[in-house]
Each structure stands twice: as C-alpha cells, then as structure tokens.
C-alpha cells in the first residue's frame, strides 16, 4: 500500500523517474480499488432495479465517479514519470489513445521495459543509491594494454591461369 500512497502524495509530480514497481503497484491498487468500488455499487443498487423510474440507483455510482476523477491526475503523472524511466517524453502517453488496443498494447510493453540504469535528461536512477551510479560503461584500466593479435603472413599466389608466372607445357 505505501506504493500506492506514495503515489497519492506525489499528486501532480509529472518530473522525475518512477520504478517499474512503483508504477505496477499503483496500476494494481487502483484497479483493486475500482473493482471493489463497482462491486459495491451493483450490490448496493439492485433494489433500485425494479423501481418504475429505475434511476434511484444512479445516486450510488456517485463514489466510483469521484474516486476515478481523485485519481486520474495521479495515473497520469505515475504513468508520465514512468516513461521518463525509460527516457521517453510523456508524451507517448497520448500513443494509449490508438483505437483497437493497440495503444494499450503499446503502452503495456513502454510500461513494461526496464528503465535507464543511469541518470537520462530526466534524473537519476530511482534504483541507484544516492550519490553513486555505475559507469555507463565497462572501464579498462589505464595500465592495461589492448591485446595485439598476430598479423598473418602476407598472401602468396601460386602460378596459375590468371597469374603471368603461370605456363603451358
């Protein structure tokens, strides 16, 4: 839960990184929250159902509405600052606007990757310990030499059709 509260507090935080655990366990809450809230919505509305106007159970998706309205600015920013992990602008988040699925698709893979496991344009790594971060790439140590590989010998043609030194007895 502190995933997910941790989210919550970071409101409107569209800078900066978020992990790939971060961001899931968000998405997971959320939808743990959406679903138990829809549940009790369906649960609390059907003895509105056989009502003559039938709209007295409209009054109790009010909750759902409000929590999914709470929450879409914090999704967004979550979902922002994961693709910033990636070194993506935030916005690819519109590539979710695709019809067919495909857009969630692409989104679920963007969400999906591994981030940058050195600072990018967007902060550090939030994997890293403060203050250290590993070379981005493997360093050779100054005494070392490169290796020196053999040079083959230099080709020797044979006396053949194509080759002057070549004669027909």
């Known amino acids: 839960m502190g995933w997910y509260f941790g989210v ?18 968000f998405v997971f809450y959320h939808v743990a929250a959406m679903l138990v809230l829809w549940l009790l919505t369906m ?9 003559i106007d039938g709209d007295g159970g409209a009054v109790l998706v009010l909750p759902l509405l409000l929590y999914y309205v709470g929450t ?8 922002v600052r994961r693709l910033h992990d990636a070194d993506k602008s935030g916005v690819w988040l519109l590539m979710a ?17 591994e981030g940058d496991r050195h600072p990018n344009r967007y902060g550090p790594d939030p994997k890293a310990p403060q203050g250290h971060y590993p070379p ?4 050779r140590p100054v005494h070392q030499q490169p290796v020196q ?9 044979q ?3 194509r080759n002057p030194g070549y004669r027909v007895e």
Not at 43 to 51: E, G, I, N, T, V
Not at 149 to 157: D, E, G, H, L, N
């Open 136 to 139: 981005p790439y493997p360093q």
């Open 43 to 51: 649960a609390l509305s059907l003895p509105f159902r056989d009502s």
């Open 149 to 157: 590989f053999p040079q083959p010998a230099p080709y020797q043609q």
């Open 8 to 25: 919550l507090k970071n409101y409107a935080g569209f800078s900066g990184r978020a992990r790939r655990r971060e961001y899931w366990m």
């Open 159 to 161: 006396p053949g059709p």
């Open 72 to 79: 879409i600015v914090p999704a967004i920013a979550v979902g």
């Open 97 to 113: 606007l695709i019809p067919g699925g495909v857009g969630a698709i692409i989104m679920i893979v963007f969400f999906s990757q």
